[in-house]
């Protein structure tokens, strides 16, 4: 049989190919990687979950926490889920945190990615503090802000009358009825979401969402003069003030001021 060597130039060429293939492979899987990743801002973790930067960075992925979810709540992200992969999450509309007093996630997490002081109070485990998220209303698809009485998302809350309650007002339209609005106080929302659960609209009215996206951020601009808890969350802060020509003059000058107006 005949026998042909391949030449120098054949062997760059099929170099340069299979080069080219894992150059091409590697950059679809780095991109998947990172959608995965990206797509984590809107994840819900496990109670006493660290915040999500340390989060990712103590979580070996080991699924402790899923198995011992005696709901099924948990579960780990797998390619196509759009979270960063084999991280425990769960979604309230499909199965909520049912809040065991016992907590059986948290302990068994062998990197205290899942902190056990975080949902701890006087050393002993309580739920109530727990932090995965906070409950959100659209109020323009809940039943309730239309008029229709619907307290469901209000009598599945775990902390009634703390974290959901009714707020009530006259419904104008109909003249004789009344709104029985649910409120959502984020001070004890724990973001379990048993009320996006219980939510009765086709899609939830009502959703949880991670704190620092559902909520705004106030900054160091405004402070609660009366509240002396706030007074110390801007103690550090400094004040820079900002001198223009307007500035210069008094407040009562420059509105008078004609200057340009009354020119030809």
């Known amino acids: 049989m005949k026998t042909e060597t391949i030449s120098d130039r054949r062997k760059f060429f099929l170099t340069m190919a299979r080069a ?59 390619p196509g889920d759009n979270k960063p992969l084999g991280t425990p999450y769960f979604e309230p509309r499909d199965i909520p945190c049912y809040m065991c007093t016992d907590i059986p996630c948290v302990p068994v997490c062998p990197t205290d990615a899942l902190d056990m002081k ?73 973001g379990c979401g048993l009320c996006e659960h219980a939510c009765v609209t086709q899609k939830a009215a009502i959703f949880v969402l991670p704190r620092e996206v559902a909520l705004g951020k106030v900054g160091d601009h405004y402070i609660k003069g009366w509240d002396k808890v706030d007074e110390k969350r801007v103690q550090n802060a400094q004040s820079q003030t900002t001198t223009t020509e307007i500035s210069k003059e008094k407040a009562i000058d420059s509105l008078n001021d004609m200057k340009g107006l009354l020119d030809d």
């Open 20 to 78: 080219t293939g894992l150059a091409a492979l590697g950059g679809l899987i780095w991109s998947a990687y990172v959608d995965e990743v990206t797509a984590s801002q809107l994840t819900l973790r496990p109670p006493g979950a660290l915040e999500e930067k340390d989060f990712l960075a103590s979580c070996i992925k080991c699924g402790m926490c899923v198995e011992a979810c005696p709901f099924d709540t948990l579960k780990l992200a797998k």
């Open 118 to 190: 975080r949902v701890s109070t006087n050393n002993q485990l309580d739920i109530n503090k727990a932090d995965m998220g906070v409950a959100v209303v659209d109020t323009k698809n809940c039943i309730a802000f239309w008029g229709i009485q619907c307290d469901a998302c209000y009598r599945a809350c775990p902390l009634l009358d703390k974290a959901i309650y009714l707020e009530y007002s006259k419904n104008e339209r109909t003249g004789k009825h009344a709104f029985l609005k649910p409120i959502v106080d984020s001070d004890f929302c724990t």
